[in-house]
């Protein structure tokens, strides 16, 4: 039988996929970090289905549930918060299935980076203003960062960051960005993303500590960094619609496009 790594997206029950939604639907196990998956998103599991909250699980015990249920012949839902390839922990659990020979697939489900965009109203790649997103995290309880992946090193590119699980690391964000960004950097806090108190702070590098101090948030926010988040009208138009740009689909007014 199969384990079924599924996204559910960042909050919202109406963000999951449809395929990640019927997966849901047709398992006999349905495991679910309730601290950060809606119940209503695995109220899809059947009524016969076993729906365990994992949020106070270890490794080994969740691996002993999906193994009995492999055992037993049965289809296992293994559901993610956001997407399960971005910090969902799914690595380690795929190198025991492997050792184990149980099969698996995964469904991608909307990073909540790409939600608080939506719910921003934002694009978070502005022509010659900022053209890459760097998605990272700071080292604080969790595991070390990788050589060359720290702040500093990240922020030398200028790109714009998009920092997880870093909340309370704020100060650290400041004094090793500032150098790159300046103080005056628009930073953004997106909180509880597609959740119903969703929240959004915006300040800069030097007013961002003091602004999320004041509204007591402790966990469950993603930081964006960087210039492009402050742009209104100084920005020109991309390249993807304009006029004078010719491609394949769209030759130069008066030529025809060239046959493949």
């Known amino acids: 039988m199969t384990v079924h790594f599924i996204g559910a997206g960042p909050g919202d029950p109406d963000l999951i996929t449809v395929r990640g939604q019927r997966l849901i639907q047709r398992c006999a196990l349905c495991l679910y970090a309730g601290s950060l998956v809606p119940e209503a998103v695995v109220a899809e599991a059947p009524k016969s289905a076993r729906v365990i909250d994992t949020a106070s699980m270890t490794l080994d015990d969740i691996m002993a549930e999906i193994g009995a249920a492999v055992a037993a012949g049965d289809e296992v839902a293994r559901v993610h918060s956001g997407d399960p390839s971005l910090y969902g922990a799914i690595a380690e659990q795929i190198r025991r299935l492997k050792a184990m020979g149980v099969a698996y697939d995964i469904t991608p489900g909307v990073s909540a980076y790409a939600a608080a965009a939506a719910g921003l109203g934002i694009e978070l790649t502005i022509p010659e203003v900022s053209q890459t997103l760097i998605l990272t995290r700071t080292a ?63 300040a800069t590098l030097s007013t961002i500590r003091d602004a999320v101090q ?28 304009d006029a004078a740009h010719a491609h394949i689909l769209r030759p130069v007014r008066g030529q025809k496009a060239a046959k493949t």
Do not use: Q
């Open 140 to 202: 604080m309880k969790s595991s070390a960062m990788p050589d060359g992946e720290d702040l500093a090193s990240l922020g030398r590119t200028g790109a714009t960051l998009a920092i997880h699980l870093s909340i309370r690391n704020l100060r650290a964000i400041e004094r090793e960005l500032t150098p790159f960004y300046g103080a005056d950097c628009p930073v953004i806090v997106a909180y509880r993303v597609g959740w119903p108190d969703e929240s959004y702070i915006h």
């Open 214 to 241: 004041k509204a007591k948030i402790t966990r469950t926010a993603l930081i964006f960094v960087g210039k492009g988040l402050g742009m209104d009208a100084a920005f020109r138009d991309s390249a993807l619609y």
